[in-house]
């Protein structure tokens, strides 16, 4: 549930821009020259409280997915499908610097020993996946593109993100019974009700693919003998898929006159009249023939399940949970928004573009 909520909010965190006419941030942001930075990411960051996010922290997750792009369009196109992607990666990462900021500032400096303990313990988790081999452990975070200490890192912050967040959360609150029943009445149709369905095989004699030797001769009539006589053989023990493969129409001949379940009155014409017919019928019967115009069906039922509602009692505690987790997402929707308050990042369109024409350049250089 933790790492649910989590998810959650470093998903809908938004980021709006500073304004002269808004109120004072709380977090001080910046874009500052910096000189070291590796290419392609070029020299510039963006400050936001006491970390930076560089350039390739934007460009290294989008790269694969917009360098094709880059290669095939102008830059003015590419800026304008790559926006929205690097928007969404550069708001991740101001999300969880926030998050972070403000646990540091809850927590405490006593924090930092009990997180490194856990880092490390993160650590040895990992090591042990690759059966306590160190060496393929390190060599699968190079792959990934991090080393021992920017793993540490990415775990310190998460763990200090969770203790936030968590401490941010609502007690459990009892859940009253008469809540519960009022979400269930309100919400059974939808979470706890089973759908009428039935599933048949069919064998469809269209009258209009009949071979007819004669001009004159009735296709409607040669095809109601033709299905009179599988009858028989289907009441005398033949196989029905068998003769479904020989003599159906239909498209599920190829799979025995195999139909997927589907609910009656889902079925369109002229195939409506077998609901019907099902209504009379237990799984193995047969009915037939069955005149629908153009069409003579012979249907075996192979199940047939009744709508029904699960009662209140069999889904209470499904129920409890559900208004748990609705309870602690709302109020991890107001946590987010109280956050996004705060995310006042200036200069993050020119940060941006910046970022948008290192991706084109290292794509189409």
Same mark, same amino acid.
């Given at each position: 549930?933790?790492?649910?909520? %989590?998810?959650?909010?470093?998903?809908?965190?938004?980021?709006?821009?500073?304004?002269?006419?808004?109120? +004072?941030?709380?977090?001080?942001? /910046?874009?500052?020259?910096?000189?070291?930075?590796?290419?392609?990411?070029?020299?510039?960051?963006?400050?936001?409280?006491? *970390?930076?996010?560089?350039?390739?922290?934007?460009?290294?997750?989008?790269?694969? =997915?917009?360098?094709?792009?880059?290669?095939?369009?102008?830059?003015?196109?590419?800026?304008?499908?790559? /926006?929205?992607?690097?928007?969404?990666?550069? @708001?991740?990462?101001?999300?969880?610097?926030?998050?972070? =900021?403000?646990?540091?500032?809850?927590?405490?400096?006593?924090?930092?020993?009990?997180?490194?303990?856990? @880092?490390?313990?993160?650590?040895?988790?990992?090591?042990?996946?690759?059966?306590?081999?160190?060496?393929?452990?390190?060599?699968?975070?190079?792959?990934?593109?991090?080393?021992?200490?920017?793993?540490?890192?990415?775990?310190?912050?998460?763990?200090?993100?969770?203790?936030?967040?968590?401490?941010? %959360?609502?007690?459990?609150? #009892?859940?009253?019974?008469?809540?519960?029943?009022?979400?269930?009445?309100?919400?059974?149709?939808?979470?706890?009700?089973?759908?009428?369905?039935?599933?048949?095989?069919?064998?469809?004699?269209?009258?209009?693919?009949?071979?007819?030797?004669?001009?004159?001769?009735?296709?409607?009539?040669?095809?109601?003998?033709?299905?009179?006589?599988?009858?028989? =053989?289907?009441?005398?023990?033949?196989?029905?898929?068998?003769?479904?493969?020989?003599?159906?129409?239909?498209?599920?001949?190829?799979?025995?006159?195999? /139909?997927?379940?589907?609910?009656?009155?889902? $079925? @369109? #014409?002229?195939?409506?009249? %077998?609901?019907? =017919?099902? &209504?009379?019928? *237990?799984?193995?019967?047969?009915?037939?023939?069955?005149?629908?115009?153009?069409?003579?069906?012979?249907?075996? %039922? !192979?199940?047939?399940?009744?709508?029904?509602? &699960? #009662?209140?009692?069999?889904?209470?505690?499904?129920? !409890?949970? *559900?208004?748990?987790?609705?309870?602690? +997402?709302?109020?991890?929707?107001?946590?987010?928004?109280? $956050?996004? &308050?705060?995310?006042?990042?200036? *200069? +993050?369109?020119?940060?941006?573009?910046?970022?948008?024409? !290192?991706?084109?350049?290292?794509?189409?250089?």
């Amino acid at each position: 549930m933790r790492k649910n909520i %989590l998810i959650l909010i470093t998903s809908v965190l938004f980021l709006t821009s500073c304004s002269e006419k808004e109120k +004072k941030p709380v977090l001080k942001c /910046w874009t500052e020259p910096v000189m070291d930075l590796p290419e392609p990411t070029g020299g510039f960051v963006m400050r936001v409280a006491d *970390q930076s996010i560089t350039c390739e922290q934007v460009i290294g997750p989008s790269l694969e =997915h917009l360098e094709p792009i880059a290669k095939k369009t102008s830059y003015e196109q590419f800026r304008i499908q790559a /926006w929205a992607t690097l928007e969404q990666m550069f @708001a991740v990462n101001v999300a969880n610097i926030i998050l972070v =900021h403000h646990a540091k500032k809850k927590a405490g400096d006593n924090i930092e020993e009990q997180l490194d303990k856990l @880092a490390d313990a993160e650590v040895q988790k990992f090591i042990m996946t690759y059966k306590g081999d160190a060496a393929k452990a390190e060599e699968a975070l190079k792959n990934m593109g991090m080393d021992w200490k920017s793993f540490k890192d990415y775990h310190r912050k998460m763990l200090l993100a969770q203790s936030y967040i968590q401490s941010q %959360l609502p007690e459990n609150i #009892p859940i009253a019974y008469h809540e519960m029943l009022e979400y269930y009445n309100r919400t059974k149709d939808r979470f706890f009700a089973t759908q009428a369905s039935i599933q048949f095989r069919l064998i469809d004699i269209d009258v209009t693919k009949i071979d007819a030797n004669d001009p004159n001769e009735n296709k409607k009539q040669k095809a109601t003998v033709l299905a009179n006589q599988l009858v028989e =053989h289907l009441n005398k023990g033949a196989d029905f898929g068998k003769l479904s493969e020989k003599y159906s129409n239909d498209h599920r001949s190829q799979f025995g006159g195999l /139909w997927k379940p589907v609910q009656p009155d889902a $079925l @369109a #014409p002229p195939y409506d009249i %077998l609901a019907k =017919h099902a &209504e009379n019928l *237990q799984p193995g019967q047969i009915a037939g023939p069955i005149d629908a115009g153009d069409h003579i069906f012979i249907m075996k %039922l !192979e199940d047939k399940q009744s709508a029904s509602v &699960e #009662p209140f009692e069999k889904v209470q505690e499904r129920i !409890e949970s *559900q208004i748990k987790f609705d309870r602690r +997402k709302l109020a991890a929707d107001k946590l987010s928004n109280k $956050l996004t &308050e705060q995310a006042y990042v200036a *200069q +993050k369109t020119e940060f941006l573009e910046f970022c948008a024409e !290192e991706i084109y350049r290292v794509s189409t250089q």
